[in-house]
């Protein structure tokens, strides 16, 4: 007997010895989001990688906004850099496609017709594609090549597996590109026959994009250019394809390839430095790893897989996933960068650049999420928007390659900012922020040095709401588009303002913003108890319908007032009492989740959905008001709508994301939620308590600490809290503090299959 226990405690030391640490890897999917409207991409990347090598299966229309859609049964190649989860698009740049024989390309000296697939495109089977965290792999049915990519940061590699004995080539379509681009510039040069660049200028979304392209091949090539012209009402765009030929194929394929926005000597520096061998198992190895660490911050246990709540342990991690793509890294690895005035600039290690900043989306959830999870990457994003408004001479509200996109409304810069500063991460200029985000408030054209249309500089990147917000105290209606969302948005984000402000001991600048944060209330109208248009004369627009959308062509943005009455997160003790009181605001909150679902209008917003009632999920004004019943003593409704929509609204599926992804928000309110918490006002370090979905999560926080979250009798029916104890002590309201969180502890919810008195 004794033997016998000797031998089995044996055997549990040296599994633990070789078990190794836990791959959370294998609970990505990450096709989910890549069909519906979700906008996601399958590519081979790595955690905000400044490369996304993928496939491309589709060029045109919103669905193609990722390059990738999943219903797609063709493959037009691999391009090198690419947008996930966002409801625009651009990109798309270096397409390869290996292919087997006489290369089918055409040049006919006109535009190209939108069609989705290009001459050389290869159909494939789903039942042949893989991917997970920084690998994918297909086989092209047409040329009967396996293809497989994976990366670092800055660079890629691929390796091409040909049939053997067959005329091996490879297609370089520098035309190739996401959406409907001008192209003004196109350069390409075979420096051997191992190695290969290329540059092009593009002009989409990002109005000026630039990216140098450079590439190593394991097998020496000859090659053929084709070039031609297109000819529009404006330009002569330049057009052009190379056609590499390979001999004597008898082994895979290795090709290397990296971008740089500076130059040649950027690219090809990443290029050496990031992969010097031809390794392509290592460095499979080396992302894997680079994800397991970023997926491992939140720990949920291992005993889920195969139990009820497998599919949601593989949402949560996917979601992780989502939300790690962007902002992506947008420096060479010595360290120059493209910056906002399209000069190069040197950074230092403190301050990398970086890209991709959707912070109309991601203010909301993903960067408050990263305070909890990685603080110190956060500020280096804030460091980084901190210099890009010195380069610019603002800072961008949705920046994409050194470009001022102008997309969207707001100045959330101010709210990252304010939320960092509110949880004490203040490793960042927290003076230089304040003015910076007092220079976002303030309507001031001068100064913004990038060459833009004037329209852009008018219309959305200085618009004139924000002089008329300043100098009439309001936004007439039919002065400009969105007025009451520009309205609430602002009041909201001079409310960060003014919080930076009172830290700063800057007292008139509070003092002054303070007052802006109150201006929601002039948009409120008791008579049909919505926020509501005015007009210069300060007269109520008419007619008023609260389910009409005209997409960013009224006094709403991508939503109703339904779903935009809401948005006044910095106070809304003040808005339950325009409403009336707390039973009053109760029972309208009723009547947005009661209501029929349907929107009224010619030009229906198609960022409405993901729709119970008139909450719209799939989109993310409303994504704090399920959390609003915290405030007048209903916490069970916010319970059993979080269920609702964790239950609902995300699934394990290609088509599991409701709305765009839009840049890893959708996933962080997922995150969030599910492990029973949410922060519906970012600026106000305190999270509301919701519905946990799980038994226990460990939430691991910078210097060694943990946050962990117990749940007792939680099953898919027992969705209401009964009691929570904070560090052992009983915790009545339905509230807790980041500096609580951020110490450690443990927070243990007793869940009931009734609704309870907790929390009121």
């Known amino acids: 007997m004794r033997k016998h226990s000797l031998l089995g405690i044996l055997l549990l030391v040296a599994a633990s010895l070789t078990a190794g640490p836990r791959d959370y890897t294998k609970y990505v999917n990450l096709f989910v989001g890549t069909a519906g409207h979700g906008h996601t991409h399958p590519g081979a990347i790595v955690p905000g990688g400044m490369i996304q090598p993928g496939p491309d299966t589709r060029q045109h229309g919103w669905d193609a906004c990722s390059g990738y859609y999943y219903e797609d049964q063709t493959l037009n190649g691999f391009s090198h850099t690419r947008l996930s989860g966002t409801g625009c698009a651009d990109l798309g740049d270096f397409l390869f496609m290996p292919i087997v024989g006489k290369a089918d390309i055409k040049y006919i000296g006109e535009k190209e017709p939108d069609a989705q697939r290009m001459p050389y495109a290869s159909p494939f089977r789903k039942s042949e594609e893989k991917a997970e965290p920084g690998y994918y792999r297909v086989l092209l049915d047409r ?9 670092t940061e800055r660079t890629a590699i691929y390796r091409f597996t040909y049939p053997r004995d067959e005329q091996a080539g490879m297609i370089l379509d520098l035309d190739y590109s996401i959406q409907d681009q001008t192209t003004y510039e196109m350069d390409f040069e075979a420096i051997d026959s191992y190695t290969l660049r290329a540059r092009r200028r593009t002009g989409a979304w990002a109005y000026n994009h630039q990216v140098y392209f450079y590439a190593k091949f394991s097998q020496p090539f000859t ?3 084709v070039r031609d012209t297109i000819k529009s009402s404006k330009r002569t765009e330049p057009r052009c394809k190379v056609v590499l030929h390979f001999a004597n194929m008898q082994q895979p394929l290795l090709v290397k390839s990296a971008v740089s926005s500076v130059d ?10 990031e992969i010097p061998a031809w390794d392509f ?16 911050r939140i720990e949920l246990p291992a005993n889920l897989e195969g139990s009820d709540l497998d599919e949601h342990l593989r949402i949560f991690y996917t979601a992780m996933y989502h939300a790690h793509i962007s902002p992506a890294l947008a420096t060479d690895v010595d360290g120059r960068y493209l910056g906002m005035d399209l000069k190069i600039h040197q950074a230092d290690a403190h301050t990398p650049n970086y890209t991709v900043f959707s912070m109309w989306d991601t203010f909301r959830a993903l960067h408050p999420l990263l305070t909890i999870i990685n603080p110190a990457q956060n500020q280096a994003y804030i460091r ?19 470009n001022y996109t102008g997309c969207m409304i707001g100045y959330h810069f101010v709210s990252l900012a304010a939320d960092a500063y509110a949880k004490g991460q203040r490793d960042f200029d927290t003076h230089k922020a304040l003015m910076a985000g007092v220079r976002l408030a303030e309507y001031d054209t001068a100064g913004i040095t990038q060459v833009l249309p004037k329209w852009k500089l008018r219309d959305e990147i200085m618009p004139a709401a924000r002089r008329y917000k300043n100098e009439l105290g309001y936004i007439p209606c039919d002065l400009t588009g969105e007025s009451v969302a520009k309205a609430l948005e602002y009041a909201y984000d001079d409310w960060c303002i003014a919080q930076m402000a009172e830290g700063e001991g800057e007292t008139a600048i509070a003092a002054r913003y303070n007052q802006f944060a109150k201006a929601y209330q002039q ?5 049909v108890r919505f926020m509501r248009g005015k007009d210069k004369d300060g007269q109520w627009r008419t007619p008023f319908d609260p389910r009409s959308s005209q997409h960013r062509a ?4 991508e939503g109703t007032a339904w779903q935009w009455t809401w948005f006044v997160p910095h106070d809304v003790d003040g808005l339950i009492a325009l409403m009336g009181g707390k039973n009053a605001f109760a029972g309208k909150l009723d009547s947005l989740f009661a209501a029929p679902s349907e929107i009224n209008g010619a030009e229906l917003s198609p960022d409405i959905s993901g729709l119970i009632g008139q909450y719209a999920h799939g989109n993310e004004p409303g994504h704090h008001t399920i959390h609003l019943y915290n405030y007048v003593d209903r916490p069970w409704r916010t319970q059993e709508l979080v269920d609702s929509v964790l239950q609902s609204q995300y699934r394990n599926a290609p088509d599991g994301v409701s709305g765009n992804e839009d840049c890893g928000q959708m996933s962080a309110w997922y995150i969030l939620n599910a492990m029973g918490f949410y922060q519906p006002c970012p600026g106000r370090p305190v999270y509301s308590i919701g519905r946990p979905l799980f038994p226990e999560v460990t939430i691991h926080l910078p210097g060694n600490k943990t946050f962990r979250i117990l749940t007792k009798n939680n099953s898919r029916q027992a969705k209401y809290i009964k009691s929570v104890k904070l560090n052992g002590k009983p915790l009545r309201r339905p509230f807790f503090t980041h500096e609580e969180l951020a110490a450690g502890g443990t927070l243990e919810m007793e869940m009931s299959a009734r609704p309870t008195r907790w929390g009121r």
Not at 264 to 273: H, I, M, P, W
Not at 285 to 293: E, L, P, S
């Open 143 to 151: 040329y009967r090549v396996q293809a497989e990519i994976t990366s």
């Open 223 to 225: 090659y053929e250019v």
């Open 264 to 273: 040649y000597k950027g690219a090809e520096a990443n290029l050496l430095q």
């Open 281 to 296: 198992d290592g460095v499979r190895r080396t992302a894997h790893d680079k994800w397991n660490a970023v997926l491992g």
């Open 384 to 402: 980084c928007l901190i210099r890009k408004g010195e380069e610019g001479g603002i800072v961008p509200k949705w920046e994409l390659a050194s």
């Open 523 to 527: 948009y409120f109208d008791p008579t």
């Open 554 to 557: 009224d006094d709403y943005c």
